[in-house]
């Protein structure tokens, strides 16, 4: 995603948060002109969110894998979400508790200022 965004002219940064950082390794190979950080910590990612707000149009997130903090700090932060879903029952069943937590973000970014609640997910 930050490889396209970069080749269509937006100025993009990438935020590894998974340990692995398997994006960071990716993204230094395939476009090393994009800034990237490995932040895997929800402190660390909240701290430095306004300086990427301030020197990029769009900051593509790698989060890890499972619901934990630094994923919710991602959530909270993010204008979108795309969630990657295997085709099978146990995917799916996995991608319905990442929905609940989607949509627990939602309401909690309705009674923060300056944050929308519907930018995460379209309701319905």
């Known amino acids: 995603m930050a490889a396209w965004l970069y080749e269509k002219g937006v100025k ?5 948060a998974d ?3 398997s994006s960071t390794e990716w993204l ?3 476009q090393p002109e994009i ?3 490995q932040w895997q910590e929800a402190a660390e990612i909240f701290e430095g969110s306004d300086a990427l707000r301030e020197n990029y149009e769009v900051v593509v997130f790698d989060g ?3 619901l934990n903090a630094a994923t919710k700090a991602i959530m909270v932060l993010a204008t979108g979400i795309l969630i990657p879903c295997g ?5 799916l069943r996995a991608l319905e508790e990442v929905l609940i937590v989607v949509r627990e973000v939602q309401i909690t970014r ?7 609640g519907n930018a995460l997910l379209p309701s319905s």
Do not use: Y
């Open 28 to 30: 230094s190979e395939a």
């Open 87 to 91: 085709p099978s029952i146990l995917d």
């Open 35 to 37: 800034d990237s950080f």
């Open 110 to 116: 309705l009674d923060v200022p300056g944050l929308h």
């Open 64 to 66: 890890p894998a499972g």
């Open 19 to 21: 340990s692995q950082s």
């Open 12 to 16: 993009v940064a990438l935020v590894d």
